[in-house]
């Protein structure tokens, strides 16, 4: 998957997201941390994992291309659910 593209949920601040809802929307999507390094051009299984932590954050073309991926899978209630109260 390339970091080009929509902007799904534009009205989603990527800046507000947890870390716990990052966590929380991968596995909903059905990925594995593994399995966004390979769908995600640059993106590392440790990337995602300090992400995940709160150790370290990504950059915005790398967040939206993570929550791109993951809202391919989820409607766009459950990604709303997700940030919102995570």
Avoid: K
Avoid at 40 to 49: E, G, N
Avoid at 50 to 70: I, K, N, P, V
């Amino acid at each position: 998957m390339s970091e080009q593209g929509g902007d799904p949920l534009p009205d989603v601040d990527i800046t507000d997201i947890s870390p716990m809802a990052w966590r929380l929307l991968r596995v909903a999507a059905g990925y594995n941390q593994r399995a966004v390094e390979r769908a995600v051009d640059d993106l590392m299984q440790a990337h995602v994992s300090m992400l995940e932590s709160g150790s370290r954050g990504l950059s915005r073309s790398r967040r939206r291309a993570l929550l791109s991926l993951y809202a391919a899978e989820l409607d766009d209630g459950q990604v709303r659910t997700l940030v919102e109260h995570f």
